[in-house]
């Protein structure tokens, strides 16, 4: 969740390091996510993944961004290397939403009439809009992640270390009707992310968040309020991780 979930703003005043938001899973599988942007990325880089559950359980892309690609006339997933999906996916606009959610696709999804994604962007890629659509509960379940996304992620870190660069994973906030009521699969995922030796950031609570308040239409789509206070965590969280040692 970054695009409708976090602001570059407050992660630049924490950590006093330029930050971009690049936004760009919507779906789109986490092998095009990982290889989206190994030829920009330099030594010194920080690179943060706030991955959808979804995604890290079965660590392929939607069939509704599938669709919206298909109806811009990409036919990119047809036995294409994930690099490929990656270039392909990303020229539909950067975050790589714009051509998906102004585009066809929105017709499976049930909409009618205007975008409820507006996706207008800053110059540091953040949303300046956000979902055009009456506030909901939606509460979310943690889903465990598969061997697949694991070790895509674990190659990830890799390829990032030959460069000198780093990797963070950052699980997105979800929406609970009580934080304390025990999860097995949220604790799940986080046993997972240490077991494979990921660098994990995540609350004391799991980003488990019982306030209805902080989100829009999804787990993932957060109200302004919320979005604010995400931004402000995962700030707090990358300015100690940057001043350890």
Known sequence: GTFFGVDTHPIEVATTHPTLNLGVHAGMGINALTHAYLDHIKSGDLVVIVPEYQMLADGGASGALEMGIRAHHLEIFADNPPSSIAHDALRLGNPGLRAFLRGGALRFLGYRGATPYPTDIDATG?????????????????????????????????????????????????????????????????????????????????????????????????TREGREARSRQLGSELADYLATP
């Open 126 to 222: 953040n949303a300046v809009h956000f979902p055009n659509v009456e506030p909901a509960v939606r509460h979310g379940a943690c889903l465990l992640a598969s061997q697949r996304s694991v070790n895509e992620l674990l190659r990830f870190q890799q390829n990032l270390g030959q460069v000198g660069a780093r990797l963070v994973v950052s699980m997105p906030w979800m929406q609970v009707e009580a934080v304390g009521e025990p999860d097995p699969a949220c604790s799940g995922v986080v046993e997972q992310m240490h077991a494979a030796r990921l660098q994990l950031l995540i609350g004391d609570n799991g980003n488990r968040v019982d306030d209805p308040t902080m989100f829009s239409d999804s787990t993932y789509h957060l």
